[in-house]
């Protein structure tokens, strides 16, 4: 077995190994019923709506991933908004209540972050951090998710590149390395900048800032993002002419490794840029100058916020480092399995890798998708109002291990509420039944169910209208007058 087929067949075991079960979902699901009702018994927060976001909605998460939630404070259909001041406030009552029911443990009040966290662990050994008013949050997971739809080995390289960068300890933004957010942002920076390239610039898909327009009734603003980008992705997918990149897992993963072996000297001139999809001069750069970083890779949501800001410079020659060593490994002639599997992945997880079954394809179709997932995806918004969410409490994940196909699972689309769900279906789940074939389909922007169910109504209210009822028969008949009124 050559190098290439040792670490293809290396890294889809790891994927297998790493992917959440049914078990994680619903420990996920069940922690969201616990928070909910919690925070139902909070006087400050009552009306207040308990919203996921994250790698959890984006898909991006593994069977020991955490769990972020969000509290939106009631406004009625307006957008709040809070001040830091009171955000803190109303996370110390959480605090209060998680200490009075009991069960919550490494419980940490982050109060000196830009975006002020409640940190603990649950039941489930599942780590969560809990913030209030993150609908920022929200819709980026939700376009990170759209965007793993357009080609399966972006959600592959970023399980794969988070795995990693835990086992090089440089995934932790507290120790100033690289938050999870960060290194998403830089495999979607490797997929642009490839050749040829798999996802296009970010403002392709949303050209705006798409926080600048979180802003007023939010479904109105919800609606508009969601449009847009549903719009602009099956503009990209329909493009007959894109060149079509057929790249194995593991040539994606040395050359994204390679391609950030000298990240410390380059960070020190240019700026990573997924708005744009290419590297930026500093230098003149008036939406990220005059504040200066160790490292830049900007928000291509929140411009000209940095998701990398808390990197120091110690640090970043700690992840360079990291980059070359694996790099060497990889690219070694005499490699064996034990020496990549733990260059890749922490000693608790290599466990599972080698009771992982082998013999996984490398196969990727026109789009880079897998024929037989391909088949079962369809891009749509992910998980978000509560409500709604923990109504559906069966929804499997869209994409488990590699080899084993959920045709037989129904997920429901989040984002509509039941009772649109169910009078429609033109939003297709995630994970669709083998005859239901995503590339058959455009993709939908999730509000234009509402037009559909509205038009649905007319018809019947026109119908009804049209049968005459009793009611109709008797205020039909004519009047009897006097002949001298006639």
């Known amino acids: 077995m050559n190098g290439y087929s040792?670490?293809?067949?290396?890294?889809?075991?790891?994927l297998c190994s790493i992917n959440p079960l049914d078990e994680d979902w619903s420990m996920r699901f069940q922690l969201i019923d616990e928070l909910r009702a919690m925070v139902e018994n909070i006087e400050s927060l009552r009306g207040a709506t308990v919203e996921p976001f994250g790698s959890f909605v984006s898909n991006l998460f593994t069977r020991w991933g955490d769990l972020d939630i969000s509290i939106e404070l009631p406004n009625g259909s307006y957008i709040s908004s809070a001040g830091k001041k009171y955000k803190l406030s109303l996370l110390e009552d959480v605090r209060k209540a998680?200490?009075?029911?009991?069960?919550?443990?490494?419980?940490?009040?982050?109060?000196?972050?830009?975006?002020?966290?409640?940190?603990?662990?649950?039941?489930?050994?599942?780590?969560?951090?809990i913030s209030i008013n993150n609908l920022s949050g929200q819709m980026k997971s939700k376009i990170l998710y759209w965007i793993n739809m357009i080609d399966g080995r972006f959600r592959d390289m970023v399980l794969l590149v988070k795995e990693w960068a835990k086992a090089h300890n440089i995934n932790d933004s507290k120790a100033g390395t690289l938050n999870s957010y960060s290194l998403s942002l830089l495999v979607v920076f490797h997929f642009q900048t490839c050749v040829p390239a798999i996802l296009p610039p970010l403002k392709e898909i949303y050209?705006?800032?798409?926080?600048?327009?979180?802003?007023?009734?939010?479904?109105?603003?919800?609606?508009?993002?969601?449009?847009?980008?549903?719009?602009?992705?099956?503009?990209?997918?329909?493009?007959?002419?894109?060149?079509?990149?057929?790249?194995?897992?593991?040539?994606?993963?040395?050359?994204?490794?390679?391609?950030?072996?000298?990240?410390?000297?380059k960070a020190s001139a240019q700026g990573i840029s997924p708005f744009t999809g290419q590297w930026e001069d500093i230098e003149g750069n008036m939406r990220w100058l005059p504040k200066t970083y160790t490292i830049f890779v900007e928000d291509p949501f929140e411009q000209p916020a940095n998701a990398a800001r808390g990197v120091s410079s110690k640090q970043l020659t700690r992840i360079e480092e990291a980059f070359r060593r694996t790099h060497f490994m990889l690219i070694s002639s005499n490699q064996n399995q034990n020496e990549v599997i733990s260059t890749l992945v922490k000693p608790h997880v290599s466990k599972f890798v080698a009771r992982t079954p082998t013999g996984i394809q490398n196969n990727y179709s026109r789009n880079g998708l897998r024929p037989q997932v391909q088949a079962q995806r369809a891009i749509k918004p992910p998980l978000q109002v509560q409500h709604q969410l923990q109504a559906q409490r069966a929804i499997p994940p869209p994409m488990r291990a590699q080899h084993q196909l959920y045709a037989q699972r129904a997920v429901l689309p989040p984002i509509q509420a039941q009772i649109q769900?169910?009078?429609?279906?033109?939003?297709?789940?995630?994970?669709?039944?083998?005859?239901?074939?995503?590339?058959?389909?455009?993709?939908?922007?999730?509000?234009?169910?509402?037009?559909?169910?509205?038009?649905?109504?007319?018809?019947?209210?026109?119908?009804?209208?049209?049968?005459?009822?009793?009611?109709?028969?008797?205020q039909t008949q004519p009047i009897w007058r006097p002949k001298s009124d006639r």
């Open 6 to 14: 040792l670490l293809e067949h290396t890294l889809r075991n790891i």
């Open 98 to 129: 998680l200490k009075a029911k009991g069960g919550c443990r490494k419980l940490q009040f982050i109060t000196n972050a830009r975006v002020p966290i409640l940190k603990f662990q649950g039941n489930y050994n599942i780590s969560c951090d």
């Open 207 to 265: 050209p705006g800032n798409m926080v600048d327009d979180l802003t007023g009734v939010r479904a109105s603003a919800e609606k508009f993002i969601e449009e847009t980008c549903a719009t602009n992705i099956n503009q990209l997918m329909s493009k007959k002419s894109r060149a079509i990149n057929k790249s194995s897992l593991s040539e994606l993963f040395i050359s994204f490794i390679a391609k950030f072996c000298n990240i410390s000297s």
């Open 421 to 474: 769900l169910q009078a429609q279906r033109t939003l297709q789940p995630p994970i669709q039944a083998p005859h239901q074939l995503q590339a058959q389909r455009p993709i939908y922007p999730p509000f234009q169910a509402h037009r559909l169910q509205d038009k649905r109504l007319d018809r019947n209210q026109n119908s009804s209208a049209q049968r005459p009822t009793q009611a109709n028969r008797v």
